[in-house]
């Protein structure tokens, strides 16, 4: 039986955690959530990811200690921050699973936002029991990505920066870049068609998932794109960050085969 852990979501407007049952993906009790705080400098956001960690270790369902996984809206790289369009400058660079590992006094493990809700889709919701590759797509400020071959990450594909007709994609098909422009349903569905042909022919995954608010609207857009591929809107919605971070956290777990106390 695998013990509940803790999930955090940072996010540019608001950090959000919950206890996640690993057996079924669902968050035990209601999140916590906080507003990101600004400036998103390193210690102020550590302080408000140790407020939502000591909130949610009162639960019963928890091991003392257990690790923690975390979301960054940026690449994750062997826990260094490489990008932070979102957050404050002062994370370039910085090692964020050190950083929470020291703040918290327990070991954590950060991945990327979009990477984390690639990982509860597949595990958890519309990629459930797909073999092969699936594609997360997610439509919001930019465009995330998350590729996952046979249950596996393959970490930080940031493939909302592909160029198309000479722009970056996430510049015309975002779910901001739509509202921006004022486009119809149909124009940017035009736009989507574009974007997720360029996908198909590149990558050629076996399920596209489409996560992001805009998601909820998928009726207003999916049915438009003619694809190969089997294009599902996200299921976890709001939860995914935090089910994907918790979830990472116990993979890597079970990877390296230590104890929660010494991950």
Not at 81 to 110: C, F, H, P, Y
Not at 160 to 189: C, M, N, P, T
Not at 242 to 259: E, L
Request: glycine share 12%; aromatic share 4%.
């Amino acid at each position: 039986m695998t013990t509940p852990l803790i999930g955090i979501d940072i996010g540019g407007t608001g950090i959000k955690g919950g206890v996640v049952d690993l057996a079924s993906g669902a968050l035990l009790g209601k999140p916590l959530c906080v507003a990101t705080p600004r400036p998103a400098t390193t210690g102020p956001v550590a302080e408000a990811v140790a407020l939502i960690a000591d909130k949610l270790s009162a639960s019963s369902e928890l091991a003392a200690n257990s690790p923690i996984g975390v979301t960054f809206p940026g690449i994750i790289k062997q826990g260094i921050v490489l990008s932070a369009a979102n957050m404050d400058k002062s994370w370039l660079n910085q090692n964020i699973s050190a950083l929470l590992t020291n703040r918290l006094g327990r070991a954590v493990e950060v991945v990327n936002d979009a990477d984390a809700a690639g990982l509860a889709e597949t595990h958890y919701g519309a990629g459930a029991g797909v073999s092969g590759s699936v594609l997360m797509i997610t439509l919001g400020t930019g465009i995330g990505s998350a590729f996952v071959v046979d249950g596996q990450l393959v970490p930080n594909s940031e493939l909302g920066h592909l160029e198309i007709d000479g722009f970056k994609a996430e510049a015309r098909a975002s779910a901001v870049a739509r509202e921006r422009h004022g486009l119809s349903w149909d124009k940017y569905s035009s736009l989507l068609q574009r974007y997720f042909l360029h996908l198909e022919h590149l990558l050629s995954p076996e399920l596209f998932i489409v996560g992001g608010g805009i998601s909820q609207r998928a009726r207003d857009y999916l049915p438009k794109l003619q694809l190969r591929t089997p294009i599902v809107p996200a299921l976890l919605l709001n939860d995914a960050g935090i089910v994907g971070a918790a979830f990472n956290v116990n993979q890597q777990k079970g990877r390296t085969g230590v104890s929660d106390h010494h991950l």
